[in-house]
């Protein structure tokens, strides 16, 4: 490894808590000029109120960088294990969130 490798490096810490991960079915993304906002929901059946698990703010350009990883990701997991089947589902209840939000 160059020392330009080495300068470019960064050190990730990744605790226990974060590393056991939180179960999220459901996730709302909100934007405004400067920011994307992903809240990761916990939605239980029968449970009429979800909960936020965790919430991610990024820039539009990690957004975009964001979008272009997950999709390589999908692709490879797809060659793996095959193509992701897909329903046309959608949550059945009134979502509460305010300005331009989508689903996923």
Do not use: C, W
Request: net charge negative.
């Amino acid at each position: 490894m160059t020392g330009a490798e080495q300068q470019n490096q960064i050190n990730i810490e990744l605790t226990e808590e974060i590393a056991e991960g939180e179960y999220a079915n459901l996730a709302m993304i909100a934007h405004s000029h400067s920011e994307f906002v992903i809240d990761f929901i916990r939605l239980m059946p029968g449970i009429p109120k979800a909960k936020v698990k965790s919430r991610v703010v990024i820039t539009p350009e990690h957004a975009k960088r964001f979008l272009a990883a997950l999709e390589e990701n999908i692709q490879k997991y797809e060659q793996s294990f095959g193509v992701i089947k897909q329903t046309q589902e959608a949550p059945s209840f009134p979502l509460n969130f305010g300005g331009t939000v989508g689903e996923a």
